[in-house]
């Protein structure tokens, strides 16, 4: 019977980690010391998912939750506290490379909102102002086929010289496309940034598309971002001479095109 109740808390334990990693929390890489390249989260960020999903996590842990009530932060804790004893996650620290400073000009300590550099602490007890390591492996199947895929594809590429023609043409012109929309997208973020620049804005189009730290569909989100520019006497002067090229410009690319066309009719 322990066994069942066991097996059932441990089942909750880890619908609850897959649910955590896939609700947006978020997650950034680290170099553990002495270790391999890990990744991590804030504890805030754990408990505010939490705080914020509440219903979510009754559904999911109902044996864990059958004692504590997540509407007081204690209890919250204590749920946090769970995924640490499981071995899902455990708390590190910034640890800065020898020598370098570690204080600002002010005195105060100096911790980065995300370091590069962690530590494991010897007292594993949940803290919302720490660092937690990611040690939660997920479903091995799904990455035992990632690895298939990766093989497979590797052997795949070192044999393109022997592809069929038909298939060589595809890759070729799906690398055109995708080239093409890529270009046009960075031309169009351009263009839309100095048309909104002009009457004093900052307007991106997917302002995180080269964010190097951010995965390939986090590049996407937001849509756009715009944002009203606090410009000194200097920068609308810019602004203004700017307006006024651009704006001869066009006058004269349509003057030039009006003046060619009889000649090309003719």
Not at 31 to 44: I, N
Not at 199 to 218: A, Q
């Amino acid at each position: 019977m322990a066994s069942k109740n066991e097996d059932t808390l441990r089942k909750e334990t880890v619908a609850l980690m897959e649910a955590l990693l896939n609700g947006g929390i978020k997650v950034k890489s680290a170099a553990e010391v002495g270790k391999r390249a890990v990744e991590y989260t804030r504890g805030d960020e754990i408990s505010k998912w939490i705080e914020a999903n509440k219903e979510t996590v009754f559904k999911l842990c109902p044996n864990i939750l059958r004692d504590l009530d997540i509407t007081h932060d204690d209890n919250v804790l204590d749920i946090c506290n769970v995924l640490i004893e499981a071995g899902f996650i455990y708390r590190a620290q910034y640890q800065p490379i020898e020598g370098t400073i570690e204080k600002t000009s002010s005195g105060s300590f100096r911790r980065p909102m995300w370091p590069k550099r962690l530590i494991k602490t010897a007292k594993q007890e949940f803290n919302p102002v720490g660092f937690y390591i990611i040690s939660y492996e997920g479903n091995q199947r799904w990455n035992y086929l990632m690895l298939t895929a990766m093989i497979v594809g590797i052997f795949s590429i070192c044999m393109f010289q022997a592809w069929p023609l038909a298939l060589k043409l595809a890759v070729w012109y799906a690398s055109v496309v995708l080239l093409s929309i890529l270009f046009t997208l960075i031309v169009l973020r351009l263009i839309l940034f100095l048309l909104f620049w002009f009457f004093g804005y900052d307007f991106w189009l997917f302002p995180n598309l080269f964010d190097e730290d951010l995965g390939v569909i986090d590049s996407f989100k937001p849509l756009h971002s715009i944002c009203y520019r606090n410009d000194a006497t200097y920068m609308l002067c810019c602004r203004v001479l700017c307006s006024i090229v651009v704006a001869g410009m066009v006058i004269h690319g349509g003057l030039c095109f009006s003046y060619m066309q009889p000649l090309s009719t003719s």
